[in-house]
């Protein structure tokens, strides 16, 4: 999937991923998707390849059998 930006907000990560803006701003403080603030902005802006790299790792998380 190719995205047109480099730099995603909450809400396009969001419809990206499928999910509410909410999970999105909980995925960027657990650290599970890579995002920063600028200084002058509160707004987060996320790397298109972050959206990726998440997605990637879930769909290999998800057919990786587990132990039980």
């Given at each position: 999937m190719m995205l047109d930006k480099k730099l995603l907000t909450a809400g396009e990560a969001a419809n990206v991923l499928g999910c509410p803006v909410y999970m999105v701003y909980?995925?960027?403080?657990?650290?599970?998707?890579?995002?920063?603030k600028y200084e002058t902005s509160k707004a987060?802006?996320?790397?298109?390849?972050s959206v990726q790299n998440f997605i990637s790792q879930r769909v290999y998380n998800a057919s990786t059998p587990q132990k039980i």
């Open positions: 909980d995925f960027l403080h657990r650290g599970l998707l890579v995002g920063f987060w802006r996320i790397p298109e390849d």
